[in-house]
């Protein structure tokens, strides 16, 4: 079962949007539409400096490390590959 997510801003072009992400299916097929109010952001529509500072760091610490040490190092290492 696929499952797409998506976050629609309601207004102009709101319904071209979620006609779009139909479109993915096969006419015919039976999709369930889930449609739920966004809650994560602020009453602007976009998250504070500190709920963005928050989420930044939530995605560092849940990002895998990095097996290489500097930018010149991953470089080196896809160069050497190329020449393989």
Request: glycine share 6%; aromatic share 4%.
């Amino acid at each position: 079962m696929a499952t797409i997510t998506e976050i629609l801003e309601v207004g102009d072009g709101a319904e071209e949007s979620l006609s779009r992400l139909l479109s993915r299916f096969p006419k015919g097929q039976r999709v369930k539409v889930v449609l739920t109010e966004d809650e994560t952001v602020g009453e602007r529509g976009t998250p504070s400096l500190e709920e963005y500072r928050a989420q930044v760091a939530a995605a560092r610490e849940a990002a895998p490390e990095s097996p290489w040490a500097t930018t010149e190092a991953a470089l080196r290492e896809l160069r050497v590959a190329e020449e393989d």
